[in-house]
């Protein structure tokens, strides 16, 4: 039983040194597909930083650009979260999510939107941050 919680401990301290193990990479270190996404829709952007996070159970990217926008991708390359300053390109957003703003908040903007298996959430130019479920239904705003 002492084995068992020494390994437990071991492996537990391991995980925390581990945690937050960003190194800077190459934008042709991403994967194809996040590569591919910067170049369709971030192409007059200047790449200032790419980081890869590695943890013991999961990998991510970073991008920042010189102004300030920023992507996050998951270990395939999908993006998971897009900041900008301006507004999101539209063609990144799903469609059903584009047409509630419109049709709910038309002056304001998407400035930022994250993606993950329980569904969106976006940040609009108005300080609303509407969450969405995987069916594109509202499930929480907050202001």
Known sequence: MKKIVFLLVCLFSMTIVKADN????EVNQLPAKAQTFITT???DQKVALVTQETGLFYKSYDVVFANGEK???DKSGN??????KTEVPAAIIPEAILKYVKANYPEA???SIEHDSEGYEIK???RL???FNNKFQVVDIDD
């Open 22 to 25: 960003d190194k800077p990479i």
């Open 41 to 43: 829709y971030f192409k």
């Open 71 to 73: 992507l996050e991708f």
């Open 79 to 84: 993006w998971t979260e897009v900041k900008c």
């Open 109 to 111: 903007k998407i400035l």
């Open 124 to 126: 609009l130019s108005n």
């Open 129 to 131: 941050e509407i969450k």
